[in-house]
């Protein structure tokens, strides 16, 4: 065992001291780093401000309104899956936002800003949140109004007005209550608004899709509420009309469950196949190249002179399991620890997702996880005793990564559309590709007969795998010439070799 | 008692005999050389001893014991294809091999600083095995084979690659580990090193032991030759297997002179003086081993003198 120890440690100091190594261990936390700041700094501006003149004093203040309702409402949906993250909901539990993210009413919304709006909810959250709960951060609102520049007057009509903001709007900055910010649009209002006289807006070229639509949606529905009162209505059962919206009482499930459920509950799982995917073939190279360099170097007599080849094998074999174990608690972690230590991108993934795993999930994802390490890992490593340069190498390793890869990838796409389909199903009684089909699938449940008879068909796959490469081992080491055909291949493996 | 002993041992590769029949025994102490041409079968003996690999028949003993791993504590051993992880240090390198033979760390770090400064490593200790030239790489194999300070010392083709200031190092170095008591088991085929550092010799042909024994008695193997330088021609003396004239000066010959088997020069030097045969010139020439393998091996198994 002493032997077997020293020789993992060798392999894994001897990877853990290339550059490849370092760079292959960061790149995923500095993505989910990247990614975090990325997220909080370097978000597309969308904050912009507008100016507007209402010659008919009929639409400004509903198109204020509408621009604050649909800004709470956003701050009212993020507040309300803050809450639920949290478990905060036991402050108020009949607070609106209480009852976790959902589509909010105009009218519910408007009793929010009645109540006092975002910055009133958020005071009464504050002082019950967690300590290690980050403060909520309550953004400001997307479109805000500003006073006109200064030299812009809408004393000389729409074109005048219109010269005076062309160069603001070409990307200035001006003035609002949120501070500067640069000017989006520029609505124009006439006295009488009919198709001679239309309502004009200047944009700054960005399309603004959102403010337009506002803009425009607000002045058709006080249109509307006008001309049916012109038509003879009463003024309030006029504007009732124009205010008819379809009542809709929007249910959705909790995070973790209904339609989201698999998705959710997959994605730590179907992470790992990846993880699997892309450390076993990167692992599996160095350690291919590991063995060939020992084969070419001339230097396992040496070796062989002190430890057996099993000795060997299995210290190769640990100390490559090490440096994928390190890849994987590393990048797992960095993932989980970027979840629950900070909001954003990967937080909003791997928290419901982990929320969803159930405790026996976690062991059997790692085993799992290990098994396929293993089961591929000795391929690589079978590979790298038979070849003598990396080139013979490639010629074993090409058909080894197609079989292995293509029906994983086929699997992968058919798991995440039927979770229990025919062709994952078969392919978890596979051992070869029992763990990648099993990692996928279990996130979508699995049933515990599955996961034990599966689990023992791969322990028993991985011990006969075990066997037939230390054969192929013990028989290529010092083997010279060109790598054995088919039976010369088979008659290592049944351990009909010489020498 | 035998440090290395084989029995009737034989390797076959499929078809072909890699080692016939082959047994002999080295005795603790001392140098022991281990000739033959290319593929006569050396290297498949040694790897047997280790337990490289294993023998078809016969039996091998090795520090009293059968081959195995377990004795890897009391061996040194430089293989002819000789190689290193070319991304470890120089240090590393040789506590690696330390470790592996059972040493522990504080040790196998001692003993090799201690080589990498006999060796004239020392700017290396922490540098790269691919920094260094093949001269420097091959006494870090050296020093990793030493670091156990083995009981046997096994070293298959030492000399090969080695310039000759280095050759002269490793065989001081031989001789001091000699000294202090190792027991070193050398293969070559290059006779000059066997001759100046060996106690006794195996020869090997074709996986065969050809002769086992010490140099003199391989050299007596040889039949004498000597010159005589005489005015009349030495056939006919007692003793001559054949003498021919190699050149003539003021009325004297030079004789090329073989005697027979069994006959020393000093015998034909009595038959001489007994005979009144007028001599004014004799001397005896000693046969080298590299003269011993030819006449005993025959030239297609040539060898480096």
Known sequence: MKNILLVAAREYKQIASTRGFWVMLLVLPVVIGVSQVAGRFFRPQTDSAYVLVDQSGQYEAAIDRRLNLNYQRVELGALSAYVQRWELGGIAPDAIWAKGERWFSDDQVAQFVADGGIDAAWERIAPGKPKDAPAYVIDPPTYVRASLPAGVTDQKGADAFAEALAEPLKGDEIDTPEGQRPLALAVWIPAEVSTTSPVRMWTNGAPNTTLVDNVRNEIARVQRARALEASGLAPEIATGIANIATPIDLSAPPQGAGREQVVIRSALPLAMVYLLLVTVMTTGSMMLQGVIEERSNKLLESILATIRPAELMYGKLLGLGAIGLTILVVWVGAAVGAALSVQGIVADIVNPSLAAIEPWMFAAMLFYFLAGYLIISMLYLAIGALSNSLQDAQAYLMPVIMIIMLPVVFMMVSVIQQPNGTFPVVMSWIPLYTPFAMLARLGAGVNVVEVLGTGAMLTVFVAIEMILLGRIFQASLLRTGQPPNLSGFLAMMVGKHTG | ?305
């Open chain 2, 1 to 305: 008692m035998g440090i290395l002993k084989l029995d009737h041992v034989v390797k076959r590769f499929g078809e072909f005999t890699a080692v016939d029949d082959l047994s002999f025994e080295v005795a603790e102490g001392g140098i022991f050389g281990f000739l033959g041409g290319n593929g006569a079968g050396k290297t498949t003996s040694l790897r047997m001893a280790l337990d490289i690999i294993r023998p078809s028949s016969g039996t091998i003993e090795i520090l009293g014991r059968k081959p195995g791993r377990e004795n890897a504590s009391e061996i040194g051993f430089l293989p002819e294809e000789r190689g290193l992880y070319r991304r470890m240090t120089v240090l590393d390198t040789i506590v690696y091999f330390g470790r592996l033979k059972g040493m522990d760390a504080a040790s196998a770090k001692k003993e090799a600083e201690r080589l990498i400064e006999r060796f004239g490593l020392s700017e290396w200790t922490k540098s790269m095995v691919e920094k260094l030239s093949k001269g420097m790489s091959q006494k870090v194999q050296v020093a990793a084979a030493m670091v156990n300070h083995p009981r046997l010392l096994i070293l298959d083709e030492p000399f090969s690659g080695l310039d000759p200031v280095n050759q002269k190092v490793l065989e001081d170095l031989v001789l001091e580990m000699a000294r202090a008591g190792s027991t070193v088991v050398f293969s070559t085929h290059i006779m000059q090193h066997a001759e100046r550092l060996t106690n006794r010799i195996v020869l090997l042909a074709r996986g065969r032991k050809v002769f086992e024994g010490t140099q003199e008695e391989a050299r007596a193997r040889l039949p004498g030759r000597l010159t005589l330088v005489s005015e009349a021609d030495p056939s006919s003396l007692t003793g001559i297997a054949s003498a021919t004239r190699a050149g003539a000066a003021n009325g004297w010959n030079s004789w090329d002179v073989s005697l027979k088997p069994g006959v020393a020069p000093g015998d034909l030097l009595q038959v001489c003086t007994q005979n009144g045969f007028a001599l004014r010139g004799f001397e005896s020439h000693r046969p080298s081993l590299h003269d011993v393998f030819i006449h005993l091996v025959g030239p297609e198994q040539e060898t480096q003198p």
